[in-house]
């Protein structure tokens, strides 16, 4: 595309927002701000590198597909993310899991892993000027097989769970130091039943114990955010999880940790969008973990969707970006693995930036004054504004490539790297 049709695009875009009190100059500098978390384990099918050829087992999670071009070594993962990074506008952070680690073909326990397992990534990260995010890796592990981890009744095996995540906060801690930027560490566990269970509460009793000697050690917010992450149910525990939204929503508001809302993990019904306001009047910050969910959670690619569209909006409208961190969470094996990360996460800053764009104070008003057909028309009217124009200026800004640019360019990828693995 010509960048002086892109141009002339966005000036007659600029004009009518204009027109509905939306200046898109600053909304252009407020996406300029936007964070988005990437996950790495897209790239390799959250196989980890803690052993050579290392697959996802267990844990209620499943990769499905085989496209070819997985990333098989940590070099192969950085190439991806920064090819990935060189077609984003905007901000973005990476957000590892424990299984990911330079452990120099050492088979090392995660109750034994230390920061300098992933000091090459807060290196890498430091070049890059941007903050890193962390997880524990509760599953696809011996320790996980019976379906309990932190919830375990098997003290050995709760205490390995207590002992590996209470050494993921410290390494949060010490990317969250060397980068400046406080790290989002991250807890979801597998723990549930894939029968109807009778004792419940003493599940429920030893994840609490569990998050409390977790967290006993006070580390700095400027280091770490501490989240939790629920789910509704998992492949082996479909009857009962014990890390329910009810616990940890509980658990966040009493000891001021960040609650995860991952739009995957909830009925198909709920929307995820309707418990952000709901969840800030008790908690301090939120964090995002941004998916598709087909039926139920099945990490498709994010796209622009409904369902995302409504999560930027409660956001931008309440004005409270400030207090959400944005992640993305999917891993599609079914196609392009470096295409699904541009496209999934384009679709999610273009819901933010649509949300943007919106004359929020001239709806609240009509909503406020019971002007309900205004405010209906004026939403509908929104949906044929154009839009793709002061997106496709945000990539000029940035220097990316534009929407169909992005596919011969990914293609050329494949071609030259991916098809060579």
């Known amino acids: 595309m010509k960048k002086?049709?892109?141009?002339?695009?966005?000036?007659?875009?600029?004009?009518?927002?204009?027109?509905?009190?939306?200046?898109?100059?600053?909304?252009?500098?407020?996406?300029?701000?936007?964070?988005?978390?990437?996950?790495?384990?897209?790239?390799?099918?959250v196989g980890g590198f803690e052993k050579p050829g290392a697959e996802l087992g267990g844990g209620g999670i499943q990769v499905t597909g085989n496209y070819p071009g997985k990333a098989?070594?940590?070099?192969?993962?950085?190439?991806?993310?920064?090819?990935?990074?060189?077609?984003?506008?905007?901000?973005?952070?990476?957000?590892?899991?424990?299984?990911?680690?330079?452990?120099?073909?050492?088979?090392?326990?995660?109750?034994?892993?230390?920061?300098k397992h992933f000091q090459g990534w807060i290196d890498w990260a430091k070049e890059r000027g941007m903050g890193l995010d962390f997880n524990g890796t509760l599953f696809s592990h011996p320790k996980a097989d019976d379906g309990f981890t932190l919830s375990s009744k098997n003290e050995e095996d709760r205490k390995f769970w207590v002992?590996?995540?209470?050494?993921?906060?410290?390494?949060?801690?010490?990317?969250?130091?060397?980068?400046?930027?406080?790290?989002?560490?991250?807890?979801?566990?597998?723990?549930?039943?894939?029968?109807?269970?009778?004792?419940?509460?003493?599940?429920?009793?030893?994840?609490?114990?569990?998050?409390?000697?977790?967290?006993?050690?006070e580390i700095p917010t400027k280091y770490v955010k501490d989240a939790i992450e629920s789910k509704l149910f998992g492949i082996g525990s479909e009857s009962m999880v014990v890390g329910s939204h009810d616990f940890y929503l509980c658990?966040?508001?009493?000891?001021?940790?960040?609650?995860?809302?991952?739009?995957?993990?909830?009925?198909?019904?709920?929307?995820?969008?309707?418990?952000?306001?709901?969840?800030?009047?008790?908690?301090?910050?939120?964090l995002l973990h941004v998916t598709r969910g087909v039926r139920w959670d099945s990490d498709h690619v994010a796209t622009f969707n409904d369902e995302?569209?409504?999560?930027?909006?409660?956001?931008?409208?309440?004005?409270?970006?400030?207090?959400?961190?944005?992640g993305l969470d999917y891993f599609d094996a079914?196609?392009?693995?470096?295409?699904?990360?541009?496209?999934?996460?384009r679709s999610v800053q273009k819901a933010f930036m649509f949300a943007m764009l919106e004359p929020t104070e001239l709806i609240k008003k009509y909503e406020q004054d019971n002007k309900y057909y205004e405010r209906l028309h004026l939403l509908e009217m929104m949906k044929s504004k154009p839009f793709g124009a002061v997106w496709d200026y945000f990539c000029l800004q940035n220097n990316?490539?534009?929407?169909?640019?992005?596919i011969s360019d990914i293609q050329k990828y494949e071609n030259e790297v991916l098809s060579k693995r």
Not at 18 to 43: F, R
Not at 184 to 212: C, E, Q
Not at 400 to 406: A, D, G, I, R, Y
């Open 4 to 45: 002086e049709l892109v141009q002339n695009a966005y000036a007659i875009a600029k004009e009518q927002y204009a027109e509905l009190g939306v200046d898109t100059d600053k909304v252009l500098k407020a996406m300029e701000e936007l964070v988005i978390s990437l996950h790495c384990w897209q790239t390799d099918d």
């Open 72 to 115: 098989s070594t940590i070099a192969e993962m950085r190439k991806d993310l920064d090819k990935v990074m060189s077609l984003l506008p905007g901000k973005q952070r990476l957000n590892l899991h424990a299984i990911y680690g330079e452990f120099g073909g050492q088979l090392v326990d995660r109750d034994q892993i230390e920061v």
């Open 163 to 217: 002992e590996h995540v209470k050494r993921c906060r410290k390494i949060a801690a010490a990317m969250g130091e060397q980068l400046g930027t406080p790290a989002v560490h991250n807890t979801w566990i597998p723990d549930g039943s894939k029968d109807t269970p009778v004792d419940r509460f003493t599940h429920r009793a030893l994840l609490k114990k569990s998050l409390d000697e977790i967290y006993a050690e």
């Open 251 to 286: 658990y966040a508001a009493q000891n001021k940790k960040l609650i995860c809302l991952d739009n995957g993990h909830f009925h198909p019904t709920e929307q995820v969008g309707d418990k952000i306001s709901a969840c800030l009047q008790f908690v301090d910050e939120l």
């Open 308 to 326: 995302i569209l409504l999560i930027a909006q409660e956001i931008v409208r309440a004005n409270v970006l400030n207090r959400v961190n944005i």
């Open 334 to 345: 079914s196609l392009n693995r470096v295409g699904a990360y541009v496209v999934g996460a």
């Open 400 to 406: 990316v490539p534009f929407e169909f640019e992005c």
